[in-house]
């Protein structure tokens, strides 16, 4: 019993001298910030929704590509955050009008004009925010440490946890949290600043 926890001390111990070394070997890596290119559909479902406001459903992206660099030591490789190819933003708007508007009625094209306006409010949370997103995720990347394994069939493994880190950085949780929170803020600025007059007159 003795000999066998002498033999995983001596292999832990190795492991965290090798990690150690990996330390030497950490870069600050070069992070690139994209909005992706979104779309716009307009339906209207069969169910019933309420005749005197649209929907728009936003679908976010947030997605992190990164590139490891890949260094060979004694005992194994370093495995550490080299670029970080980041894409943030929204992908496509599906705005939702009852089925009682007929298409390119005035009340039709009065609730699509307050839901494109709801679309720009989307759209500005990405736009005025690009400076904190790549501070927010570089923050994120410069703190995380290089891994450090003994096979080259395990640089792969190493990635991967690098990328699940790096998405589960406190610093990107609290982005994601951010957004979210502009998103809602924005969207109630449109509504309170719509009277409903536009609509209103198409029922004069």
Request: proline residues 3%.
């Amino acid at each position: 019993m003795k000999k066998f926890i002498y033999i995983f001390l001596s292999f832990f111990i190795s492991d965290a001298f090798a990690g150690d070394d990996c330390l030497n070997y950490k870069l600050n890596p070069e992070v690139t910030i994209n909005v992706p290119v979104w779309t716009k559909s307009v339906v209207q479902p069969l169910q019933k929704m309420d005749v005197l406001h649209g929907n728009v459903v936003a679908t976010l992206v947030d997605e992190f590509e990164i590139t490891a660099d890949i260094t060979s030591i004694e005992d194994g490789f370093c495995v550490s955050l080299k670029n970080i190819d980041t894409t943030i933003g929204y992908s496509d708007f599906l705005v939702q009008i009852d089925i009682s508007h007929r298409p390119n009625s005035c009340s039709y094209n009065a609730i699509l004009q307050h839901e494109d306006e709801h679309i720009r409010a989307y759209l500005s949370v990405i736009e005025d925010n690009k400076d904190l997103f790549k501070k927010s995720v570089q923050n994120a990347a410069n703190s995380i440490v290089p891994i450090f394994v003994k096979n080259e069939k395990d640089i792969e493994f190493a990635i991967d946890k690098l990328n699940n880190e790096l998405q589960n950085h406190p610093d990107i949780v609290l982005l994601k949290q951010q957004i979210r929170a502009d998103e809602e803020i924005r969207n109630k600025h449109v509504d309170l600043n719509d009277s409903g007059e536009t609509l209103k007159k198409c029922f004069d």
